[in-house]
T-cell receptor, first 115, second 111 residues
Framework: GAGVSQSPSNKVTEKGKDVELRCDPI?????LYWYRQSLGQGLEFLIY????????KSGLPSDRFSAERTGGSVSTLTIQRTQQEDSAVYLC?????????????FGDGTRLSIL | SQQGEEDPQALSIQEGENATMNCSYK?????LQWYRQNSGRGLVHLIL?????REKHSGRLRVTLDTSKKSSSLLITASRAADTASYFC???????????FGQGTRLTINP
């Protein structure tokens, strides 16, 4: 079946602009995660959605970052007034439910470059 | 700070040799996972080991977990050029409700 799909794969924008990143999880997966990966680094947790529960936003670095998940499926991560330090790869993952004793399935990410 | 720390940060070996990567963590965990990431791609799950397990095998992969030392190792036997990638450990700390990833080991297999 189809894996996790992210779009766009690359995004270049000017400092101060808003960007939207999209994630299509695996069909039927109720848990969805966003991570940020800076060059050559590990993954930084951003936000976690599980079913209809309130999302865990504890990893969002500032109020310029927000995310929503419509209809329990597609998710959009929005960064407002982008800064150069926002440049990174943004990875989305999904899993069948919110149990952390399960593998997470990752998309190939969106490479965001802020000029 | 990151829960998991991999060692070494980079490893370069000849094809056919074994590769060992280590992961240390700070707090009690429910389970530990290893992932592989090829350049420009997302992470791919390799293996999960629960806190009550000590060793697990999957094909050419062998994972050990020592909860008393808060450490895990990933062994790849008979390495191949296709094993060239970054390898990350991810822990599920008790009470944290999230996976915490280490900084990764960059493995290069030379033909």
């Amino acid at each position: 079946g189809a894996g996790v799909s992210q779009s766009p794969s690359n995004k270049v924008t000017e400092k101060g602009k808003d960007v939207e990143l999209r994630c299509d999880p695996i069909s039927g997966h109720t848990a969805l995660y966003w991570y940020r990966q800076s060059l050559g680094q590990g993954l930084e947790f951003l936000i976690y959605f599980q079913g209809n529960s309130a999302p865990d936003k504890s990893g969002l670095p500032s109020d310029r970052f927000s995310a929503e998940r419509t209809g329990g499926s597609v998710s959009t991560l929005t960064i407002q007034r982008t800064q150069q330090e926002d440049s990174a790869v943004y990875l989305c993952a999904s899993s069948p439910d919110g149990a952390f004793a399960q593998p997470q399935h990752f998309g190939d990410g969106t490479r965001l470059s802020i000029l | 700070s990151q829960q998991g720390e991999e060692d070494p940060q980079a490893l370069s070996i000849q094809e056919g040799e074994n590769a060992t990567m280590n992961c240390s963590y700070k707090t009690s965990i429910n389970n530990l996972q290893w992932y592989r990431q090829n350049s420009g791609r997302g992470l791919v799950h390799l293996i999960l080991i629960r806190s009550n397990e000590r060793e697990k095998h999957s094909g050419r992969l062998r994972v050990t977990l020592d909860t008393s030392k808060k450490s895990s190792s990933l062994l790849i036997t008979a390495s191949r050029a296709a094993d060239t990638a970054s390898y990350f450990c991810a822990t599920d700390p008790q009470g944290a409700q999230k996976l915490v990833f280490g900084q990764g080991t960059r493995l290069t297999i030379n033909p």
